[in-house]
C-alpha cells in the first residue's frame, strides 16, 4: 500500500493527503454562537471528545460538559450526544456535520450532491470559470486537477510552488497553486489553495481548502454543503 502523507511539507516538497480518520465535527448553532463537538474515539461507556478545539476528554455515559454537551449514549464507533438541546449521532470517521439555525440555514447557499453507486459525491463545478467534474474528498488537503483541467481553466500551474506527490500509482510531480475561484451550485469561493498534478487525472478532487470553509451534513445518500465564508 502506498504511504500517505499528510499536509504539506516545505522541506521535503511533498503534498498529501489530509489524516482526518477517526474524526468527525459536529456545529450545533444556537442564536448567539455555534458549539463544536469533535467526536475523538469511543470507550465502554464514554466518549472521547473535544469541545471548541479545547483538550480532549473522556465523558461518560449520562455526563455532560460545561459547553452544555452531554453523552446520551456510546454504541460500537459512534456516540449520541446532545448539543444545545440538539441530539446528534456522531459516528467516528464519517463526514462532517454542522447543524445550524434553521433561520441562519435558509439565507445561506446550499449545495446539495446525491452520492452515485459506489457512495461517493461527485459534482459538476466550475475552476477559474471552465467546466470540470468533481469528487468529494475530505481526506485531500486541496483542491487538486489535473493537468488537462488546469490548462483548460488558465491556470499557469509552472509558476506554482513545485512538490513531489505521493498516489496509488507512485510519486509523480505537483505544484501548489492558487485558484482564482471554485464553484459547485451557487456557491462560489475565491482564492482557493490548490494542487495541480502532472499527469490527467479523470475527475478532479473537492478537498479540504474548499470544504473548510463550508458546513457540510451528510443524510444518508444526501450531502448537503452550506457557505460558512
Not at 460545561?66 to 449520541?80: C, F, H, L, N
Not at 452515485?116 to 468529494?136: E, L, Y
Not at 507512485?170 to 469561493?189: K, M
Request: net charge positive; proline share 3%; aromatic share 4%.
Amino acid at each position: 500500500m502506498a504511504k500517505r502523507f499528510c499536509g504539506f511539507d516545505r522541506r521535503l516538497g511533498r503534498i498529501g493527503r489530509a489524516c482526518a480518520c477517526g474524526l468527525l465535527l459536529a456545529i450545533a448553532a444556537s442564536a448567539s454562537q455555534a458549539t463544536e463537538v469533535v467526536l475523538a474515539g469511543v470507550f465502554p461507556g464514554k466518549a472521547l471528545i473535544v469541545v471548541n478545539g479545547g483538550a480532549p476528554r473522556a465523558v461518560g455515559v449520562g455526563s455532560g460538559t460545561p459547553e452544555g454537551v452531554r453523552i446520551i449514549g456510546v454504541d460500537g464507533d459512534s456516540a449520541t450526544v446532545d448539543v444545545d438541546g440538539r441530539r446528534l449521532r456522531l459516528v467516528v470517521g464519517q463526514h462532517a456535520v454542522n447543524v445550524v439555525a434553521a433561520g441562519a440555514a435558509e439565507r445561506t447557499p446550499t449545495i446539495t450532491i446525491q452520492a452515485d453507486g459506489r457512495g461517493q459525491f461527485r459534482t459538476a463545478g466550475t475552476i477559474n470559470g471552465a467546466a470540470v467534474q468533481f469528487m468529494v474528498d475530505t481526506g485531500a488537503t486541496f483542491v487538486s486537477l489535473g493537468r488537462s483541467d488546469a490548462l483548460k481553466a488558465g491556470v499557469d500551474f509552472t509558476k506554482g510552488e513545485p512538490a513531489m506527490m505521493q498516489t496509488a500509482n507512485g510519486v509523480i510531480r505537483a505544484w501548489r497553486v492558487v485558484l482564482d475561484t471554485v464553484r459547485v451550485g451557487n456557491v462560489t469561493l475565491r482564492n482557493v489553495d490548490g494542487v495541480v498534478q502532472a499527469n490527467d487525472m479523470p475527475f478532479a478532487l473537492l478537498g479540504m481548502s474548499f470544504l473548510n470553509r463550508m458546513e457540510m451534513r451528510r443524510d444518508g445518500t444526501v450531502l448537503l454543503l452550506r457557505q460558512r465564508y
